[in-house]
Nanobody, 115 residues
Framework: VQLVESGGGLVQAGGSLRLSCAAS????????VGWYRQAPGKQREMVAV????????NYADSVKGRFTISTDSAKNTMYLQMNSLKAEDTAVYYC?????????WGQGTQVTVSS
């Protein structure tokens, strides 16, 4: 299973970015778990998670109302729409999926928000 993330970059505070996480080599039982981030000197934290089928989502309090997680099963891709970005959103963002009881992580994509 491979996860390829894209969409990170440098943006000014108040701006938007859309992250993508494309999965390949997975089985039909795979499901996307969510997005996590890790800022320098900090532990990795959950940003947003989504249930199998996308019927339920959950967000960290710090991003509620600003970020939206979604999936496209036809494209085997998960997205994170990030609006009203703040300097404290600066981190490496990772996507995660689960397949046949194993967890897989993407390589990470850097998001830098300048104030």
């Amino acid at each position: 299973v491979q996860l390829v993330e894209s969409g990170g970059g440098l943006v000014q505070a108040g701006g938007s970015l859309r992250l993508s996480c494309a999965a390949s080599g997975s089985t039909s039982s795979m499901n996307f778990v969510g997005w996590y981030r890790q800022a320098p000197g900090k532990q990795r934290e959950m940003v947003a998670v989504i249930s199998s089928g996308g019927g339920s989502t959950n967000y960290a309090d710090s991003v509620k109302g600003r970020f939206t997680i979604s999936t496209d099963s036809a494209k085997n891709t998960m997205y994170l729409q990030m609006n009203s970005l703040k300097a404290e959103d600066t981190a490496v963002y990772y996507c995660k999926l689960r397949d046949l009881g194993r967890q897989y992580w993407g390589q990470g994509t850097q998001v830098t928000v300048s104030s």
